[in-house]
């Protein structure tokens, strides 16, 4: 029901004009009006991506820092925003930006990828993620998120999961 409701204020709240970090401060002030005093709240990473400048604007409110790899290798993390949606009512957020330029990886993730357990209790954690990332940078988005995700089934095996897996993988042309 969360996610229903963060996925319809989402549609509603982007209709109306106005910068990323005004659209994540009017869905924050929404989750707070709901969030049972901050018990309540929603993590989310919301970017614009504008082709012909090759421009990613975004705030992370709360969110597992999105992975840039750039096609040199180096890894950036995607930090700016602020705290999740409906714990603090009048916060502020702040936008980041980067250039995605050819052969950029753009890897945004829920926290149950990197704390997904084995049945010895030893999370697949962010190292083995960015692996995962280096080794698949040649294949197409497809295959590449094909290929973590039978990582981590392969890691965890028969062992119950407490958490969604999401990920989402964005190469630049």
């Known amino acids: 029901m969360l996610m229903a409701t963060f996925q319809a204020s989402l549609k509603t709240l982007s209709g109306t004009p106005g910068s990323l970090t005004e659209l994540v401060s009017r869905m924050n002030r929404y989750a707070c009006s709901n969030s049972q005093r901050g018990r309540r709240f929603t993590t989310a990473f919301i970017a614009e991506f504008d082709p012909a400048s090759r421009r990613l604007t975004y705030v992370n409110a709360g969110h597992n820092n999105p992975i840039l ?6 890894i950036e993390r995607l ?8 714990i603090v009512e009048d916060t502020l957020y702040h936008m980041g930006e980067v250039s995605m330029n050819p052969g950029d990886w753009l890897a945004a993730f829920t926290d149950g ?3 997904a357990e084995n049945i010895r209790q030893e999370e697949y954690g962010e190292i083995r993620f960015i692996a995962m990332l280096n080794s698949g940078v040649m294949l197409a988005p497809s295959m590449l998120l094909n290929s973590i995700l039978t990582d981590l089934d392969r890691f965890v095996g028969n062992a119950p999961q407490h958490d969604d897996v999401t990920c989402m993988l964005l190469r630049a042309v």
């Open 113 to 115: 990828v990197v704390e």
């Open 79 to 86: 930090e700016a925003g602020g705290v999740p949606l409906g």
């Open 69 to 74: 790899r750039r096609q040199s290798g180096s």
